[in-house]
């Protein structure tokens, strides 16, 4: 069966960096949108990050361009998001989802399959 399973969140001061990972697997990686969504305690499951297919488009949140990176490894059914500059409101347990479809989208809906999710805490 399909399994996501995310891994190297944890525990940091902001401004630090984290790259988490998101090792796929029972499922033909290429065919795949793969996206990044986090949930703060109390608040709902929002969008971050997907990258396309073929890998050669991204989209981000509006509150995390220019400081997070989605990026995908074909030889390793893996997606990955490299976050720099990290804010205490980056807070989240962070999630990674695949969508069959053709386009990217950042809408949580459409994205069929779910990995378990990392923390993320970033302290002030």
């Known amino acids: 069966q399909v399994q996501l399973v995310e891994s190297g969140g944890g525990l940091l001061q902001a401004g630090g960096s984290l790259r988490l990972s998101c090792a796929a697997s029972?499922?033909?990686?290429?065919?795949?949108?793969m996206g990044w969504f986090r949930q703060a305690p109390g608040k709902e499951r929002e969008f971050v990050a997907a990258?396309?297919?073929?890998?050669?488009?991204?989209t981000y949140a509006g509150s995390v361009k220019d400081r997070f990176t989605i990026s995908r490894d074909y030889d390793k059914n893996t997606v990955y998001m490299q976050m720099n500059s990290l804010k205490p409101e980056d807070t989240a347990v962070y999630f990674c989802?695949?969508?069959?479809?053709?386009?990217?989208?950042?809408?949580?809906?459409?994205?069929?399959?779910w990995g378990q999710g990392t923390q993320v805490t970033v302290s002030s």
């Open positions: 029972g499922l033909t990686f290429s065919s795949y949108v």
């Open positions: 989802a695949a969508h069959g479809g053709c386009s990217i989208t950042p809408f949580r809906r459409q994205y069929d399959c």
């Open positions: 990258i396309s297919r073929g890998g050669r488009t991204t």
